[in-house]
Nanobody
Framework: QVQLVESGGGLVQAGGSLRLSCVAS????????MGWFRQAPGKEREFVAA????????WYADSVKGRFTISRDNAKATVYLQMNSLKPEDTAVYYC?????????????????WGQGTQVTVSS
């Protein structure tokens, strides 16, 4: 089992920045691929970014590419999402997720463990 706890959400103006953190506990964090997903009101949850266990590969949704950066610190069992140039359409609940699958990094079906989510609200 892996327990995930997100933090760092909040209210920010358009153009601003936020840094989300997700701390993991339980089984070996360093062996898991980590992902960030988000769900806006009335919409389905969508992929945002993912990173492999060694940080040698990262993947991003087109909508956040160039603005968001995913990173991890295995010694601290933490994954981060640095969000810059935020837009109102980035408003959502952001979820951290973990998987030991090497397939379909973009699919929430591949992720076995989820955090409770943290709200990000971007005002115009």
């Amino acid at each position: 089992q892996v327990q995930l706890v997100e933090s760092g959400g909040g209210l920010v103006q358009a153009g601003g920045s936020l840094r989300l953190s997700c701390v993991a506990s339980g089984r070996t964090f360093g062996s898991y691929r980590m992902g960030w997903f988000r769900q806006a009101p009335g919409k389905e949850r969508e992929f945002v970014a993912a990173i492999n266990w060694s940080s040698t590969s990262t993947w991003y949704a087109d909508s956040v590419k160039g603005r968001f950066t995913i990173s991890r610190d295995n010694a601290k069992a933490t994954v981060y999402l640095q969000m810059n140039s935020l837009k109102p359409e980035d408003t959502a609940v952001y979820y951290c997720a973990a998987t030991n699958s090497v397939r379909r990094y973009w699919s929430e079906d591949e992720y076995a463990y989820w955090g409770q989510g943290t709200q990000v609200t971007v005002s115009s």
